[in-house]
């Protein structure tokens, strides 16, 4: 669906696409509850039905005009980005097995402040998708309300959402969310529409549970060889030129302009922090800190200063280079001066290597 009632039913999950996802759930998971809070003309809660003949249904949506009324699902007309409205309707129970199943609307929501709930404290994912204005991101926040540990997420989500700089962190946040993920091709799934779409499947986990991220992140990432290594301390850096030593990279301008001229003694050990043709370097301190920049010509096989962290052993595009640029200036720390520490790095390229991933 779009966010514009007038196109809603040309964006309904076609029937074949809804049992796919319901067919790629595990085969020995068995939900009691489907939730549908997208419902449209239901065809989520059928192919749910017809999977598990005893499921209870329950269908939410602003509009129930295109639904099957015959069928026995429980309905709910209203608008599911009112979480406290929401939570009202659809009451927790620890001992139901859900499957929330959606294929959210998408697009620009300039109002997004009226999903606010001046009564309570958003949590980080809720108060991102509030901030960047966009349908699909707080209506999956409304989605994650729903769930349980333990519980599947299945849905068909826009490409935008897995592409796009804006929803980077908003992305990451959900991904960490889930574990057993599974992101299909994109895909035209809407015959009279040229938006493509990707099929997303997830366990619950949850952000704040117990499990470790580092474990859940191990079967999301790409398997890569790539290192990471903070450069020459600054204060150690020499003015003088001699034949001993190697010059370093030491700027932190966005531009990449080197205006001060460096050196460090040629030393066994350091060979790491020597600049190579794929190197990307990344600014970690100051107020350009998140800056990234691919080894130009002029930095091979020079040092690299405690200006930045080095990455070697991927060659990031020039799309990969703006993705990890947007979520690292995000994560700046610091008050007088910004900073940028290691995990903060890491945790930006797992972003980025997710998305080669996914596109692949």
């Not at 026995?72 to 608008?79: I, V």
């Not at 370097?281 to 800056?291: A, C, E, K, M």
């Not at 720390?333 to 900073?339: F, H, I, L, P, S």
């Amino acid at each position: 669906m779009t966010n514009n009632s007038t196109s809603w039913s040309k964006y309904y999950t076609p029937k074949h696409v809804a049992k796919d996802i319901v067919s790629m759930l595990p085969q020995d998971f068995n939900p009691t509850k489907v939730i549908d809070i997208c419902a449209g003309s239901g065809n989520f809660l059928d192919a749910a039905v017809k999977k598990w003949n005893d499921i209870k249904a329950v269908g939410i949506d602003i509009s129930l005009n295109d639904i099957n009324k015959e069928n026995k699902y429980t309905l709910h007309q209203m608008d599911a980005l009112n979480l406290e409205l929401l939570s009202n309707t659809i009451k927790s129970n620890s001992e139901e097995v859900k499957v929330v199943l959606a294929n959210p609307p998408f697009g620009k929501l300039e109002n997004s402040e009226k999903y606010l709930n001046k009564k309570k404290k958003l949590n980080s994912i809720h108060n991102e998708a509030v901030k960047i204005k966009r349908i699909e991101a707080l209506m999956l926040v409304s989605n994650l309300k729903l769930l349980n540990v333990g519980d599947y997420f299945g849905a068909i989500l826009p490409e935008n959402f897995f592409t796009s700089i804006r929803l980077a962190n908003f992305k990451e946040m959900f991904l960490n969310e889930f574990t057993e993920v599974v992101i299909g091709k994109k895909e035209k799934y809407f015959s009279s529409s040229d938006v493509k779409t990707r099929i997303f499947i997830g366990k619950y986990i949850g952000s704040n549970k117990s499990i470790k991220l580092q474990n859940i992140k191990s079967k999301l990432l790409i398997k890569s060889n790539y290192s990471l290594h903070r450069g020459i301390d600054n204060s150690k850096l020499l003015s003088a030129k001699s034949i001993d030593n190697i010059e370093v990279v030491h700027f932190s301008n966005f531009k990449g302009i080197q205006k001060l001229e460096r050196y460090y003694p040629k030393t066994k050990g350091k060979e790491r922090l020597i600049i190579s043709k794929n190197d990307t370097l990344i600014l970690r301190v100051g107020r350009n800190s998140g800056f990234s920049y691919q080894a130009k010509k002029e930095y091979i096989n020079k040092y690299v200063s405690d200006y930045f962290y080095l990455l070697k052993g991927i060659k990031l595009n020039k799309k990969e280079h703006q993705i990890l640029q947007s979520v690292l200036i995000k994560k700046r720390k610091g008050v007088a001066t910004n900073y940028l520490n290691k995990i903060d790095i890491m945790n930006s390229i797992d972003i980025v290597l997710n998305r080669r991933r996914y596109l692949d």
